[in-house]
């Protein structure tokens, strides 16, 4: 069994990092997790990285530590594996504030998925599997806070102790189901991912605000000068933007265009705390956005939508019946043989042989073969 939690430690020093690593190198896997803190500040970032082998497991604090290049070298290490639990965002944000990539994964979340456990968040396979119970109290813990409260170690250090033993219960039950290779195939994939995301400073990254493309010219310029303030604001006070203003209060204030701060204090969902620290910056915005004018306004570009397409809908169908077929067959949860947005990628590229559907990169091998190449070329072609 993994080590008891009190063995868990903190490494603060670039020294034992090194050391660290150095001891990692040297097993077959490592069990990594970081912890950001997108819930609390502006900027995220890792605020704690977690490291376990089968022998022992240290938290590293990047805030006292600058240089993580030995954990890089670990990652980009294709003889060390590398086991994560929902892997997607850790992988992200390494890529984008370190450039560390790993080459060799193995993700218990998705293998969880494919080896049918009913419930895929670590806290259920911790206590279905090994009986420890998580507290919950840490689930959105703010991580860039120091000292680290004895509470937030144990959780921190539960997220990667028993991934190791989790990774080999789950991988033979893959082996008992024959899906270990649908897994190694979707760990592939999961090796390139990169850091994207859409530009917060954008001049229409204002209109990404779920709601925005609603409203009238007016309250659109208005949102606009909101979003702004809202962003310099949240970057000043390093807080997370929702608990400057949500996106539904920015847009409840675009709507009522408040005239005064007592007005703006009785819009719908509006914090009496930051309408008395901020409210006149607020109001103010609001009265740019009523200064702008009219041939000036913003307005939301309509994209055209493509004209019907009855035998792509025709095709579309189809391949779902093929896929739900299949999925009752294989003990499948339909999205998880073959998503929706896979089969549409079909529906459209329209393929006439198998080198064709080699040519959808969204189709894996493993689900051509559990729903059958020639099954998915006669659905596309209504055979």
């Known amino acids: 069994m993994p ?55 240290a938290l590293v ?19 060390i594996e590398i086991v994560l639990h929902d892997a997607d965002y850790d992988l992200r944000i390494l ?19 494919l080896a049918g456990e009913p419930s895929l ?17 840490f689930q959105r813990a703010d991580w860039s806070r120091r000292p680290l ?32 290779a649908w897994a190694k195939e979707e760990f592939r994939r999961l090796e390139e991912l990169r850091w994207t995301q859409a530009d917060p400073d954008s001049e229409d990254a204002y209109l990404r605000v779920k709601g925005a493309k609603g409203l009238r010219r007016r309250q659109l310029a208005i949102l606009r000068e909101l979003y702004a303030w809202r962003e310099s604001t949240a970057r000043q006070l390093d807080r997370a933007r929702f608990r400057v203003l949500s996106n539904s209060v920015l847009l409840a204030i675009a709507r ?26 607020i109001v103010e915005a609001v009265d740019r956005g009523k200064a702008i004018p009219e041939s000036d306004l913003p307005s939301v570009r309509r994209t055209k939508r493509p004209a019907p397409d ?11 019946r093929l896929r739900n077929e299949k999925a ?38 493993w689900q051509r073969s559990v729903i059958g190449d020639r099954a998915l070329l006669d659905a596309v072609s209504g055979k």
Do not use: W
């Open 3 to 57: 080590e008891t939690p009190t063995e868990a430690r903190l490494v603060t020093d670039p020294a034992e990092l090194e050391s660290l690593c150095e001891r990692i190198a040297k097993q077959r896997r490592v069990a990594l997790d970081t912890e950001a803190a997108s819930f609390h500040r502006f900027v995220d970032r890792v605020y704690l990285l977690q490291l376990s082998t089968d022998g022992e497991t």
């Open 61 to 79: 604090d990047p805030l006292e530590i600058e240089d993580l290049g030995p954990v890089g070298k670990l990652l980009a290490d294709p003889g």
């Open 95 to 113: 890529d984008r504030d370190y450039g560390f990539r790993a080459k060799k994964l193995f993700d218990t979340r998705l293998a969880a998925e």
């Open 121 to 137: 968040g670590l806290g259920s396979l911790l206590q279905k599997h090994f009986g420890v119970s998580v507290d919950k109290r």
């Open 149 to 180: 409260t004895k509470g937030m170690i144990s959780y921190a250090a539960n997220d990667t102790r028993y991934l190791p033993e989790l990774r080999d219960k789950l991988e033979a039950r893959l082996r008992e189901l024959d899906r270990l």
């Open 256 to 281: 009522a265009a408040p005239a005064s701060t007592r007005k703006l204090a009785r819009v719908s969902g509006m914090s009496p705390t930051i309408a008395r620290r901020h409210g006149a910056e």
């Open 310 to 320: 009855p035998a792509y809908d025709q095709r579309l169908e189809r391949l779902k």
């Open 328 to 365: 009752k067959k294989s003990e499948l949860e339909p999205g998880l043989l073959c998503p929706n947005n896979t089969l549409q990628a079909v529906a459209r590229a329209v393929p006439q042989s198998k080198a064709a559907l080699d040519r959808v990169t969204d189709l894996r091998r």
